[in-house]
């Protein structure tokens, strides 16, 4: 346990010494939105309908994009192999990095959520929707995109070849997710897309972890 | 299994590969001929779609075999991933381009046939949403082994991405047709009562094996040529070194 929370504890350090990099997709979702309410016209009337799903992509993004770097610099430096060496599991390793990557990328952007809300004057019910939403969806989101991040340390196009590889696996995350906004109105949180986006995130859990460290492993065999 | 093992030896898939790949490709050739002329020629034309319904036997074997080359290449993928096997490795790599092609012909003619009997040539409707992404799965695997010149580490994490994928399918495909359905059900009921007449059954399963040994002639000639290639790799270094020791 002292070994897991120290690789967590070690990657809040190095995100907090980064100079604020790794605030970099809270902006990123700030700039997406903002970019789509002008595209969109301004109008809240047009808006409104619209912003749970444009909530929700501008989430999955900045989530992508933020997965790139997520093992590479802990291949580059050779932590990988140092981790590889040690008696520490390497599951136990892409499990804290995971929580980290948790942490310092998904929790901002829960907590931004209200002020997201603000952007396009959403009713508190769909902001709750949201919310419950991204809290269950987000194990999946983050072993889903730790595995692509994982296969990809060292690849031609990592950024792009990333969203390739990791949006197919996302697509049940949006449908389900955008289901239980609607639906968190009249069925609260025993609505049936919540059990199913609690469920993929047990499945994306149970498979991203191995397959993770599966994928770690060619970097150093 | 034993079958599997036979053929797990490179020289031996070598002999069966040269021997097999024109047999599938003769009868490809033959099936889909004789699939066309029956298809369009002596098969009716339907009730409410007329003529356009022919589209069908085109349409519907690209989509079994696109699902079926992505089913192999998945199960390629395990065995190479368990047993280490390379051949399995080049078996799965050579899936991947055939089946992109096989599901993008499906979309294609699929969108075409949809023109014709919905007036649209797209709709988000479950079935083609899961096609389209399994056309994103196909697209995916291949980038991956194009994404890097370490040959062995493409083939491990090209063959974790298919494995992966093949988990997340019947996830995607519930969720999808969840989401939305308007795709006429399945007309073919597999193995017995099929809910079509013989007459529209027989062009449609000519087309289904002949594409089938298209597909078998596409991969074994793929994978004959990659093994041709490394094994002029493997020669190459060794003539270098024996012209070293004559000097």
Redesign the interface.
């Known amino acids: 346990m002292s070994r897991f929370s120290g690789i967590v504890i070690r990657d809040i350090r190095i995100a907090l010494r980064s100079g604020g990099a790794w605030l970099m997709g809270l902006v990123f979702f700030a700039v997406f939105l903002s970019l789509s309410a002008i595209a969109l016209g301004g109008e809240f009337k047009t808006l409104r309908p619209l912003a749970p799903a444009l909530i929700w992509l501008a989430v999955v993004f900045s989530l992508l994009f933020s997965f790139e770097h997520l093992f590479a610099d802990d291949a580059d430096d050779g932590t990988l192999e140092h981790i590889k060496l040690s008696s520490m599991s390497m599951h136990i390793y892409v499990l804290a990095k995971i929580c980290a990557h948790w942490l310092l990328s998904i929790l901002p952007l829960i907590l931004a959520l209200p002020l997201a809300g603000l952007l396009f004057d959403l009713p508190v019910s769909l902001l709750g929707g949201l919310f419950i939403s991204i809290a269950l969806a987000s194990p999946a989101l983050v072993c889903y995109g730790a595995f692509s991040g994982a296969c990809l340390v060292g690849f031609k196009g990592g950024g792009f070849l990333l969203v390739l590889l990791t949006i197919p696996l996302v697509v049940p995350v949006l449908i389900f997710a955008l289901g239980g906004v609607i639906s968190y109105a009249d069925a609260g949180l025993l609505a049936t897309e919540f059990q199913a986006l609690l469920g993929i995130s047990l499945i994306a859990t149970a498979v991203g972890i191995p397959a993770t460290t599966a994928a770690l492993n060619t970097i150093t065999e | 299994m034993g079958m599997i093992s036979f053929l797990a030896n490179p020289l031996r898939f070598k002999k069966f590969a040269r021997i097999a790949a024109p047999i599938f490709g003769v009868l490809a050739l033959v099936l889909i001929i004789a699939g066309i002329w029956v298809g369009l020629w002596r098969s009716p034309e339907d009730q409410l779609q007329g003529h356009s319904v022919r589209i069908m036997y085109v349409h519907v074997p690209a989509v079994w075999i696109g699902m079926m080359a992505y089913a192999a290449m998945a199960l390629a993928s395990l065995f190479a991933?368990i047993w280490r096997h390379t051949l399995a490795d080049e078996l799965a790599r050579a899936c991947a381009l055939p089946g992109a092609a096989f599901t993008a012909l499906g979309l294609l003619s699929g969108a075409l046939w949809g023109k014709t009997s919905w007036g649209t040539f797209w709709q988000w409707d479950g079935r083609m949403t899961s096609t389209l992404?399994l056309l994103?799965?196909f697209?995916?695997y291949m980038?991956?082994w194009?994404?890097?010149t370490?040959k062995?580490?493409a083939a491990?994490?090209a063959g974790?991405?298919a494995?992966?994928?093949s988990?997340?399918l019947p996830?995607?495909k519930?969720?999808?047709d969840?989401?939305n359905t308007l795709h006429q059900t399945s007309s073919v009921s597999m193995p017995d009562a099929p809910g079509l007449p013989p007459s529209i059954l027989l062009p449609l399963m000519l087309m289904t094996f002949g594409y089938s040994f298209f597909f078998g002639w596409l991969v074994l000639s793929r994978v004959l040529n990659s093994i041709s290639k490394a094994s002029d790799r493997r020669q190459r270094p060794a003539a270098a070194s024996t012209t070293m020791e004559t000097l």
Do not use: H, K
């Open positions: 991933y992404i994103f799965l697209i995916g980038a991956v194009a994404g890097t370490d062995r580490r491990r994490i974790l991405v494995m992966v994928g988990i997340n996830i995607i519930f969720s999808v969840w989401w």
